[in-house]
């Protein structure tokens, strides 16, 4: 059952372009919603969150939108930059069974930015 | 520096070996976490623990186990229970519960089962 999903697996972008990955999730019980950016060999490091009490957050090149009734989110990138080749997970937090925060992660999309 | 420590960065083990990865961490986050990843998989959640001296299972808990004694560590034994142990480890803390969920990821660990 995947709750959380990022179903472009790959995504190439020209450099100074704009980036625009996607994730859809099935639970309407998620709290926050992150972005993770992920390089080969490394874990991921946190890029930006969002409330699903907002619609949007923005930080920089950032921006990550929340559509709650298509069960949408998105992450855009503008403009974007050699340096933002990565894997880029999706990732929403709610209550595990026991009653605990947890995340769940979507597959992730490879961002390829072309030069 | 603060952060998460995770050793040894690569692994090599022959089958039904128990092997055990380490996770340390100097944030003094109380929750810390285990996770799995494969490719086309994501990340999936294997242990998890809230406080010391308690931790629960994940979605894949299967075949692993956990012990959490010292509220900076957090290591993952993979037995030879697992069916399919090869794969990349990542060890995360996270500040507290209730909050945006944000984790903080150590490098990972990278077994590979011969």
């Known amino acids: 059952d995947q709750q959380v999903k990022q179903n472009s697996p790959s995504l190439s972008v020209q450099e100074g372009r704009i980036s625009i990955l996607n994730c859809d999730y099935t639970?309407?019980?998620?709290?926050?919603f992150l972005w993770y950016k992920k390089y080969p060999a490394e874990g991921p490091t946190f890029l930006i969150s969002?409330?699903?009490?907002?619609d949007k957050n923005e930080d920089g090149r950032f921006t990550v939108f929340l559509n709650k009734s298509a069960k949408h989110l998105s992450l855009h990138i503008v403009p974007s930059q050699p340096g933002d080749s990565a894997v880029y997970f999706c990732?929403?937090?709610?209550?595990?069974?026991?009653?605990?925060?947890?995340?769940?992660f979507g597959t992730g999309t490879r961002l390829t930015i072309i030069p | 520096d603060g952060g998460i420590t995770q050793s040894p960065k690569y692994l090599f083990r022959k089958e039904g070996q128990n092997v055990t990865l380490s996770c340390e961490q100097n944030?003094?986050?109380?929750?810390m976490y285990w996770y799995r990843q494969d490719p086309g998989q994501g990340l999936r959640l294997i242990y998890y623990?809230?406080?010391?001296?308690?931790?629960q299972k994940g979605d894949i808990a299967e075949g692993y186990s956990v012990s959490r004694e010292k509220k900076e560590s957090f290591p993952l034994t993979v037995t030879s229970a697992q069916k399919n142990p090869t794969a990349f480890y990542l060890c995360?803390?996270?500040?507290?519960?209730?909050?945006?969920?944000?984790?903080?990821f150590g490098e990972g660990s990278r077994l590979t089962v011969l």
């Open positions: 623990s809230q406080i010391v001296n308690d931790f």
């Open positions: 639970n309407s019980m998620f709290d926050y």
């Open positions: 990732a929403a937090s709610g209550l595990s069974n026991f009653g605990n925060e947890k995340l769940t």
């Open positions: 944030l003094n986050h109380d929750a």
């Open positions: 995360a803390s996270s500040p507290r519960t209730g909050g945006t969920g944000e984790l903080f």
């Open positions: 969002i409330s699903s009490i907002k």
